[in-house]
């Protein structure tokens, strides 16, 4: 992936920068990751644009089937091998490439416009029926060759920016809102620390360790080598978080702890499933906040800072919340 934007400033540039009161929580961005087709792969990026929907370009597209409802991996677990990646020129992205094994790769034009001459449909996105447009019979066929026809013909959608899709409100706080194909929030934050929790639980059960594809979280927080160590799960225990940019603060404030589904047990690398990753979570991630739920990572609403730039290690700070 390819971007204008200019590389992230060193150390000597940040201690520069106007001085923050000090927090209590502490952390680096060690990890952003867009999903730009629901469901499918992500892509690791070291900057992206902060929108009202999330970090740019992520869920803005979907699979859905013939009926026009959402497809996920929970139906087609395949999904994971699919490989989005975005074109840039200049700032703008100019073309949505589709890769997987076995398969030509297949360029989307993007250019100014292309969306006047796509078919606007309405999609199904859990509970939420929304406008969208059609990718084209391209998409269509190379997504079913590769996904199988299990569920009829498959289509490649792009969400209707014009349409205003809120998250849940008995989670927002009276916050404001806004969606694309996203679960029902715009963010979701995870931490290097409650990986590596997990991971020493499989292994201590004689399982692999896995990675954070698994749990497809936007932003990865890891330690601040100059602050207290990062806990597992602190993410759960901290308010707004405030991401200190070059130039206006970005702040994302958690307001739902996220349930986890059958995904997480997918090996991103062969689509195969296996139940070690929730069967671990089970013991000790049962949520009361979400009715015993298990869950990993916080969803998040952005507050301030759009259209700022999120960079790989800036710094973040927060107050606890308990």
């Given at each position: 992936m390819t971007s204008s934007f200019q590389p992230s400033i060193s150390q000597a540039q940040e201690a520069a920068l106007p001085m923050h009161s000090p927090a209590e929580f502490e952390a680096r961005i060690a990890a952003l990751w867009v999903f730009p087709i629901k469901s499918c792969a992500g892509i690791s990026v070291q900057q992206a644009v902060l929108t009202p929907t999330g970090l740019?370009?992520?869920?803005?597209w979907m699979v859905v089937d013939a009926d026009g409802e959402m497809v996920t991996q929970r139906e087609l677990p395949r999904m994971a091998l699919v490989q989005p990646n975005l074109v840039y020129l200049g700032t703008s992205v100019a073309e949505l490439v589709l890769q997987a094994s076995g398969m030509a790769a297949l360029?989307?034009?993007l250019t100014a416009g292309y969306l006047t001459k796509a078919h606007a449909i309405k999609v199904r996105v859990w509970d939420d029926q929304v406008p969208a447009?059609?990718?084209g019979d391209a998409a269509g066929k190379?997504?079913?060759e590769f996904l199988g026809n299990s569920l009829g013909p498959l289509r490649l959608v792009r969400?209707?920016?014009n349409h205003h899709r809120p998250s849940n409100a008995k989670w927002t706080q009276g916050l404001p809102s806004r969606n694309q194909f996203s679960d029902g929030f715009p963010v979701l934050v995870a931490s290097t620390a409650s990986l590596d929790e997990l991971n020493a639980r499989l292994q201590a059960k004689g399982e692999a360790a896995v990675d954070m594809r698994r749990f497809r979280a936007n932003v990865v927080l890891g330690q601040d080598a100059q602050s207290h160590p990062l806990n597992a799960?602190?993410?759960d225990r901290i308010g707004t978080l405030t991401c200190h940019t070059e130039h206006e603060p970005v702040q994302l404030t958690p307001v739902k702890p996220c349930p986890r589904c059958p995904i997480p047990n997918i090996d991103p690398d062969s689509a195969q499933s296996q139940p070690a990753v929730n069967d671990t979570l089970q013991a000790y991630r049962q949520d009361p906040r979400v009715n015993g739920a298990l869950t990993f990572g916080m969803n998040c609403l952005p507050v301030a800072g759009i259209g700022q730039v999120l960079r790989v290690s800036q710094?973040?700070?927060a107050d606890w919340a308990f």
């Open positions: 740019a370009h992520d869920r803005a360029h989307l034009p447009f059609d990718m190379w997504l079913t969400f209707d920016d799960h602190d993410e710094r973040v700070s």
